[in-house]
């Protein structure tokens, strides 16, 4: 028998639901997967360096030895062996971190959920900085914040605009390490004013750091979680030093919140895949990553030279740009007059791809401004591109 059903578009949606956004990125990136467009427009790390057999083997380990365990649910605050790698990764000489301060999440995108969910009402004020990360604004926004903007020069956040607009603020999120959009670093008296800032505030503060380990010398930044532990929320992820596709991240919290966050995450999906947090730790417990983030690092570091270099010898003089020490992304300033959305579709038919600057703020955005990444594109692909750009942009009316 067939039922008939009423027009479903006629449902009534929860008003979170209505203003729901789908990321721009990722509706440039329907696009842009098309093997003849040169797509600086990805946030996805190289694929040429996902650790394969690694994984294979590690699987096949841990299935034949502890299949039983992998396979059933588990805690939903992790795998204990894991939060303890982690936890130990984190502490320093002076900064113990517990494994009990660590929930494992599926990706950091879900931290970046959880934490809106336990911090944020309607209405409540969330400090971001101009620009920030997309995927964050999109998270945060479920739970119908305001937004206020921090005020960035070109060292990054400015410390001492915070007092402006801390006024009722529930928490400020910052990326101080090769920043997605801008590629940026915070120095480390940034960073201990930042710190000091929230701290004189109460003001929880979110460190989100993928990209920390990203650092072409190979020398990380201190983390602000090191200098305040009680005052700093810290987020990491596998994604961009293993694999994105394991959905493998973490949230280190004082523990009143990260208890919050767990009943947050319990609700939303019991737990994080035994499996895959089984497989990561047998991954990395003997100190695979230290071999293997140099080779992303290096990889990253003559990518982004290639792309700078290109820019350099292409771009008209009034274009200025971000000279990254880390990470996967170059922020772009264009003339005034130039819509880097519009400048996209030019792009798009010449067969080159970027993501305008525009969806990166979360109030007044600047339509002169683009994202390029240019970790998945060979050097001489990015040399094509960047010099297509190049022209668009100088024969922009
Ligand atoms: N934070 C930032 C700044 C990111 O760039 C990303 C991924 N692009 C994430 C969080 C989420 O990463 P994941 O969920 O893969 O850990």
């Known amino acids: 028998m067939k039922i008939e059903n009423p027009n479903p578009i006629t449902w009534h949606f929860a008003d979170r639901a209505a203003a729901m956004q789908s990321s721009f990125i990722r509706e440039i990136l329907k696009v842009t997967q098309r093997p003849d467009i040169i797509s600086f427009a990805g946030g996805l790390p190289s694929a040429d360096t996902f650790p394969v057999e690694k994984m294979k083997s590690a699987f096949d380990k841990v299935l ?81 914040p305001e937004f206020a903007s921090v005020a960035t020069d070109e060292h990054g956040l400015v410390p001492s605009s915070i007092d402006a607009v801390v006024e009722g603020a529930r928490m400020l999120y910052a990326l101080p390490n090769f920043q997605n959009p801008t590629g940026r670093s915070l120095s480390v008296e940034r960073r201990q004013e930042l710190v000091e800032t929230c701290a ?73 895949s035994q499996l895959t947090q089984m497989v990561v730790h047998e991954v990395i417990k003997d100190g695979f990553l230290q071999e293997h983030i140099p080779t992303i690092r290096n990889l990253y570091a003559k990518q982004c030279q290639a792309m700078l270099d290109a820019m350099k010898e292409h771009f008209p ?24 959305m519009k400048l996209l579709d030019q792009a798009l038919a010449a067969k080159v791809a970027f993501v305008p600057g525009a969806p990166f703020y979360a109030n007044k955005p600047e339509m002169n401004t683009l994202r390029l990444s240019f970790v998945t594109v060979s050097p001489a692909r990015i040399q094509e591109g960047i010099a297509i750009l190049g022209k668009l942009i100088a024969a922009f009316k």
């Not at 989100?208 to 602000?224: F, H, Q, R, T, W």
């Not at 274009?319 to 003339?335: A, D, N, R």
């Open 64 to 144: 034949t030895e502890s299949g039983r365990v992998a396979l059933q649910y588990g805690p939903t605050d992790g795998f204990p062996p894991l939060r303890e790698w982690i936890a130990n990764s984190l502490s320093t000489e002076g900064c113990t971190i517990a494994p009990e301060q660590v929930l494992m999440t599926s990706g950091s995108q879900q931290a970046l959920d959880l934490i809106g969910k336990v911090l944020i009402d309607e209405g409540s004020r969330v400090l971001v900085e101009t620009p920030s990360y997309l995927g964050a604004l999109q998270a945060f926004s479920v739970y119908r």
């Open 200 to 272: 004189r505030h109460n003001l929880p503060l979110i460190e989100d750091d993928p990209y920390g380990a990203l650092s072409y010398k190979g020398e990380p930044y201190p983390k602000m979680l090191n200098m305040n532990p009680d005052g700093v929320i810290y987020m990491g992820s596998f994604s961009k030093v293993l694999t994105p596709g394991i959905r493998l991240g973490y949230v280190v919290a004082p523990l009143p919140l990260v208890r919050r966050l767990e009943l947050a995450k319990q609700a939303a999906d019991l737990h994080t």
């Open 317 to 340: 003089s009034n274009v200025s740009w971000t000279k990254p020490e880390g990470g996967m992304f170059i922020w772009v300033q264009l003339p005034k007059h130039i819509d880097a």
